[in-house]
C-alpha cells in the first residue's frame, strides 16, 4: 500500500511537471506574439508620426458612377479612405487598387503621390491581379489558421508560403511540426477550415508595414525560419521587410492582399503532404486548400471537383530549397 501510495505521488507530481512545462510553454509563445504585435504598434506610431507636415496629393479616381478627382493627405489617405469618398458600395466591393494603371496596392496602405486610382473587385473583366493577391491572402490566412489549431505541444512552426499561382489549384502554406508521421484526419482538416472560415467572419483588417531588417530580426528572433529567410529578403529590397498583419498574426511576405479577411468565401483546407524529415524528431509538412471568394457559388459537383485538385501536391518550391526572394517576386 505504502509503495502504492508512493507511485502515485510520484505519477502526480510527474503530471503536474508536464502540465507546468505545457503551461510555460503557452506562456512563451503567447509572449512572442505579444512582443512582436508591440513592435509592430510602435513602429506604424512611428511612421504616422513621422509624416510631419501634411501634404496634399491629387487622386483621379478611374472607374463606376464616374471618374472624379479627390484631394487627399499624401502618407496618410488610402485608397479605401478614396473608396470612402465615393459610397458604402466602394468599401464593401474593394478589394485590391491598381495606381497609375500598373501597380497592385493594398487598401489601406496610405498613398505616397498623386496618382490615378482604379478599385478592384471580382467581378470585374481582368480578375488575374486581384485573384493573385486573394491567393497569397487564403496563404496568410492559413498559416494564422494553423497557429490557432494547433496545440503548443504540437511545436508548429511556420515556415513560408511560396508566391501564389493560381494554374496550380492550390493556395499553399508550408510548416514544421515536431512528429514525423502526422496522417491528419478528415476531422482535422475540417477543424483548419473551420478556422479559416472564424477569421473570414471577424472581418479583420489586414495590414501592411515596411521596416527595416534590424527591426524584423528582433520581431522574428523566436522564429528560427524566419529569421533564417530574413537577410536574403532584406538584400533584395534595400535592407526593409514587408510584414502584413491580420489580427494578432503577423508574417512576412511582399504583397499585396485584399483589404480583409471578409473577402474569403466558401474555404476548404484540402490536404498536408510531408515533404521531409527536420531533425531527429520534426518534419515539413505542405498544407494545401482551396477557396472561393466571398459571394462566389459554385455547385456541388464543381468545388468537389476543384478540392480534389488542391489535394495533389503543389509543386511549388519546397521549404528546405534555398530561399530566393527574387524567384519567388518573379513567381508571384
Known sequence: MAAATKLLKKSLGAFTQIQQCRSNANLSASTSVGQRNELFNQEQRRQRDAVGRIEKIEVRYLGLPEDVTLIMNNNISTPFNCAQHLSEGHCKRSALALVDGSVPWDMHRPLQESCTLQLLNFNISEPHVV???????????????????????????????????????????????????????????????????????????????????????????????????????????????????????????????????????????????????????????????????????LNHLAYGLLEQRAQKLNSARMPNEPFEEQRQMQLS
Not at 528582433?218 to 534595400?238: C, G, H, T, W
Open 131 to 297: 485573384n493573385k493577391a486573394f491567393w497569397r491572402t487564403c496563404s496568410f490566412m492559413l498559416g494564422a489558421a494553423l497557429q490557432r489549431a494547433f496545440r503548443q505541444e504540437a511545436n508548429l512552426q511556420l515556415h513560408s508560403f511560396p508566391g501564389p499561382n493560381i494554374k496550380s489549384g492550390s493556395f499553399v502554406h508550408d510548416i514544421v511540426l515536431g512528429v514525423q508521421n502526422w496522417v491528419p484526419t478528415k476531422a482535422e482538416m475540417r477543424a483548419i477550415s473551420a478556422e479559416m472560415v472564424k477569421l473570414a467572419a471577424q472581418d479583420l483588417r489586414i495590414e501592411r508595414l515596411e521596416v527595416d531588417h534590424e527591426l524584423a530580426k528582433e520581431m522574428f528572433k523566436d522564429s528560427r525560419y524566419k529569421s533564417e529567410q530574413l537577410p536574403s529578403i532584406a538584400q533584395q529590397n534595400q535592407s526593409r521587410v514587408t510584414l502584413y498583419r491580420l489580427g494578432e498574426h503577423i508574417d512576412i511576405s511582399r504583397g499585396p492582399m485584399v483589404a480583409s479577411t471578409r473577402f474569403l468565401g466558401k474555404c476548404t483546407v484540402s490536404a498536408a503532404h510531408k515533404l521531409a524529415n527536420e531533425g531527429p524528431s520534426s518534419a515539413f509538412y505542405r498544407i494545401q486548400g482551396v477557396a472561393l471568394p466571398i459571394g462566389f457559388a
